[in-house]
């Protein structure tokens, strides 16, 4: 065993060696990490980010994996999967651990007789990816009931309290991206719930009937660009540039939505990239539009974007 194998194993008791990504990308890609960690407690990060430091070891976090692409050569490093699922709730409040997984948020706050996640029903990840991505759908929008997180600068080390402003938010953008500062927990603003129980199962059962009519099963990550604009969805441009149904290797472009690519079964790593280069080129083309990814790269050296 080599000495960082020795050390990490010292400093991450549990960690494990050559441990694949596959199983824990919604995709179902990915090749082998050097180290990988699951991590269980917040207070275990500032010392995990010392030992990255000092040992030069390059990390990467992650939480469901519902909108990574894994490499097929894995990562040269450490990656921590963020299991952290603490929640608790303060009246209409409710503050969750970054790892805790939206579909669980919705589950409880429904149990309390609260309202205000009903839109998400059916949205994959965690807290920490939601408030780093500022996920949403049916006209729900992270920002729009955060009330602030604490995170963690992963050059440093220090945490702080960070409220709704400071995610400088947008369209699935937050300062967040720009930082690469990990969200250790996040408190969302809910309310009473106002109609009845039946009511909001009712709305609930509607809106995951409406998902499945829109969007393919399978191995996916959903929206792989973000749509231009409101007007111009990503799934439109590529249909337009006739891709729909367009197949590279293993990879396929649904026929249902155009914006999500599906791993068929043994799709690679490059089988997507390709898919992803190609839909990038044509649209750009056809509509002399730039579509930027949604869904995060990791190639084995780090989180890449991709060229035209
Ligand atoms: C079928 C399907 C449908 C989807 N539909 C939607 C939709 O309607 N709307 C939508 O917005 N998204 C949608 N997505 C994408 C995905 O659900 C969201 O992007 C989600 O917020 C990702 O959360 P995660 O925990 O899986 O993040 P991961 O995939 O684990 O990570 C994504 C990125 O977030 C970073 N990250 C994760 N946790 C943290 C943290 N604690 N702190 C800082 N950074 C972090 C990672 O480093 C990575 O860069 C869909 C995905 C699938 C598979």
Redesign the pocket.
């Known amino acids: 065993m080599t000495k960082l194998k020795k050390e990490c194993q010292k400093y991450l008791p549990g960690v494990l060696f050559e441990e694949s990504l596959e199983k824990?990308?919604?995709f179902r890609i990915g090749g082998k990490a050097d180290f990988f960690y699951k991590l269980k407690s917040n207070k275990e990060f500032p010392s995990i980010i010392k030992f990255c430091i000092n040992e030069n070891l390059p990390f990467?976090?992650?939480?469901?994996?519902?909108?990574?692409l894994f490499s097929d050569k894995g990562f040269r490093g450490l990656v921590i999967?963020?299991e952290t699922e603490k929640l608790e709730f303060t009246g209409t409040n409710i503050k969750a651990d970054?790892?805790v997984?939206?579909s669980k948020l919705i589950k409880e706050s429904v149990a309390k007789g609260l309202s205000g996640l009903e839109k998400w029903v059916?949205?994959?990840?965690?807290?920490?990816?939601?408030?780093?991505?500022?996920?949403?759908?049916?006209g729900l929008?992270?920002r729009d009931i955060l009330i602030g997180a604490t995170?963690l600068d992963p050059k440093t080390g220090s945490i702080q309290q960070a409220k709704n402003a400071y995610f400088h938010y947008d369209y699935?953008y937050s300062k967040?991206?720009r930082t690469?500062?990990?969200?250790?927990d996040a408190t969302f603003k809910l309310e009473k719930r106002k109609f009845s129980a039946q009511k909001q199962k009712q709305i609930m059962d509607e809106i995951r009937k409406f998902?499945q009519e829109k969007?393919p099963f399978g191995s996916?990550?959903?929206?792989f660009f973000k749509n231009p604009s409101p007007d111009t969805p990503a799934g439109m441009l590529i249909d337009q540039a006739g891709l729909k149904g367009k197949t590279i290797g293993k990879a396929k472009i649904s026929e249902k939505h155009a914006n999500?690519f599906l791993n068929n079964g043994g799709a690679s790593y490059k089988d997507i990239l390709k898919l992803a280069k190609l839909a990038k080129r044509q649209v750009k083309a056809k509509f002399g539009v730039i579509l930027e990814e949604?869904?995060?790269i990791?190639s084995e050296k780090g989180?890449i974007t991709l060229a035209v």
């Open positions: 824990y990308s919604t990467f976090i992650f939480g469901a994996g519902s909108n990574i999967k963020i970054a790892g997984l939206v059916g949205l994959p990840g965690t807290v920490g990816g939601a408030v780093r991505g500022n996920a949403g759908c049916n929008e992270t995170i699935r967040l991206k690469g500062e990990i969200v250790l998902r969007q996916t990550t959903g929206s999500f949604e869904v995060q990791l989180p």
